[in-house]
Nanobody, 123 residues
Framework: QVQLVESGGGLVQAGGSLRLSCAAS????????VAWFRQAPEMGREFVAP????????HYENSLKCRFTISRNNARNTAYLQMTSLKPEDTAVYYC????????????????WGQGTQVTVSS
């Protein structure tokens, strides 16, 4: 059974930082691309960043690439999203997703999803 479990969310003041983790089990993690998405209340699921199996990132959502960094540790079956200079508009549930192919930017390209972790940025 494949599981992706996000952690590291919470309440932070604007300008602060958080590091989200996505722990995977039940799949050959080192062969899967992983991505982070987020969803704010009453909004669709928004792409944040992907990372291919070999740790090479492809692209970030344009407005986030200077503040967010995606990485992974295949030995630990874990992917990360380092977020800095957080803004209230970053408030959302953050999801990680995995696919056994190239990393893409749309939710439909991913086979497995975590349950999400809430990030709340106060002004």
């Amino acid at each position: 059974q494949v599981q992706l479990v996000e952690s590291g969310g919470g309440l932070v003041q604007a300008g602060g930082s958080l590091r989200l983790s996505c722990a995977a089990s039940g799949l050959a993690f080192g062969t899967y691309a992983v991505a982070w998405f987020r969803q704010a209340p009453e909004m669709g699921r928004e792409f944040v960043a992907p990372i291919n199996w070999n740790g090479l990132t492809t692209h970030y959502e344009n407005s986030l690439k200077c503040r967010f960094t995606i990485s992974r540790n295949n030995a630990r079956n874990t992917a990360y999203l380092q977020m800095t200079s957080l803004k209230p508009e970053d408030t959302a549930v953050y999801y990680c997703a995995a696919v056994g192919g190239p990393a893409g930017s749309t939710p439909g390209e991913y086979d497995y999803w975590g349950q999400g972790t809430q990030v709340t940025v106060s002004s």
